[in-house]
T-cell receptor
């Protein structure tokens, strides 16, 4: 699976959009970009995933660059409850082994 | 509600006392997996199961056993726990989907302390 790199930490003001970047320059054509988050020692929570096209669901939007070497997770109106560690990973199938890197620690500031 | 449940959520035990952590999912998923999460080491896969009666070792299987007698349940057994198995454990499940329209769903975690 492709290696991903993310900033270690980010801050975002409550109510503003949080834009979390992820680089995956070695991603292969059949690997999906998945985003999970983990709120302090709770179970990892699935957010969104995509292959090529931008995706949106009730939680977030995922923007994938045309060359697929990077992506951005957008939380449109961040709340204090969005404070968590966010992980970007590349998986070929839904049952691939999940390996999280250090992720991005997002702090939403009142 | 679609979910993965684990029990117990917290457990303190002593070295050598056999224990079982249960995992159950109500989504009819074929694939189930156990991970442990330790500071600085991230998530590591212990065992996984592609379907009933099919289990395989992950990256750190030593000291653990699993069974998959029913589709919904995937218990993790520690026959003789040791302090180095003190960790946060997660169960996960997924449909067996090569097209990856699906994702893995994680349980809430079981925090285990072995004295």
């Amino acid at each position: 699976d492709a290696k991903t790199t993310q900033p270690t930490s980010m801050d975002c003001a409550e109510g503003r959009a949080a834009n979390l970047p992820c680089n995956h320059s070695t991603i292969s054509g059949n690997e999906y970009v998945y985003w999970y988050r983990q709120i302090h020692s709770q179970g990892p929570q699935y957010i969104i995933h995509g292959l090529k096209n931008n995706e949106t669901n009730e939680m977030a939007s995922l923007i994938i660059t045309e060359d697929r070497k990077s992506s951005t997770l957008i939380l449109p109106h961040a709340t204090l409850r969005d404070t968590a560690v966010y992980y970007c990973i590349a998986l070929k199938t839904s049952y691939d082994k999940v390996i999280f890197g250090p992720g991005t620690s997002l702090s939403v500031i009142p | 509600e679609a979910q993965v449940t684990q029990n117990p959520r917290y457990l303190i035990t002593v070295t050598g006392k056999k224990l079982t952590v249960t995992c159950s999912q109500n989504m009819n998923h074929e694939y189930m997996s156990w991970y442990r999460q330790d500071p600085g080491l991230g998530l590591r896969q212990i065992y996984y199961s592609m379907n009933v009666e099919v289990t395989d070792k992950g990256d750190v299987p030593e000291g653990y056993k699993v069974s998959r007698k029913e589709k919904r349940n995937f218990p993790l057994i520690l026959e003789s726990p040791s302090p180095n198995q003190t960790s946060l454990y997660f169960c996960a499940s997924s449909l067996w989907d090569r097209g990856s329209k699906e994702t893995q769903y994680f349980g809430p975690g079981t925090r285990l302390l072995v004295l």
